[in-house]
């Protein structure tokens, strides 16, 4: 079984900043994209940032320049630093990961159970 916990949520008032962190845990043989997915109240979840194994990273456009997305492979940890929020920021923050639990086993796509970010205005 593979294991996604998020922490680092919270409450945060217009233009603050937070770190949220994502640990891998489980049958982890070997983890290629991680990624931060947000839903916001009466939308659609989207994606925020995914980084590669290999580093390469990806952004929604309305966070580019905000969020940094970044891993440490060796700790099985993701992370992700919100800086300059705003209230259009506010929403449930999900980690996502595709994963190897074995070598014979296929990839497989896993989610966290959420983190809350609240921007106040």
């Known amino acids: 079984q593979v294991q996604l916990v998020e922490s680092g949520g919270g409450l945060v008032q217009a233009g603050g900043s937070l770190r949220l962190s994502c640990v891998a845990s489980g049958s982890l043989f070997s983890i290629n994209v991680m990624g931060w997915y947000r839903q916001a109240p009466g939308k659609q979840r989207e994606l925020v940032a995914s980084?590669?194994?290999?580093?390469?990273?990806n952004y929604l456009d309305s966070v580019k320049g905000r969020f940094t997305i970044s891993r440490d492979n060796a700790e099985k940890v993701v992370y992700l630093q919100m800086n300059s929020l705003s209230p259009e920021d506010t929403a449930v923050y999900f980690c996502?990961?595709?994963?190897?639990?074995?070598?014979?086993?296929?990839?497989?796509?896993?989610w966290g159970k959420g983190t809350l970010v609240t921007v106040s205005s």
């Open positions: 980084v590669t194994s290999g580093g390469s990273t």
């Open positions: 996502n990961a595709d994963v190897k639990t074995a070598v014979w086993a296929p990839m497989r796509n896993y």
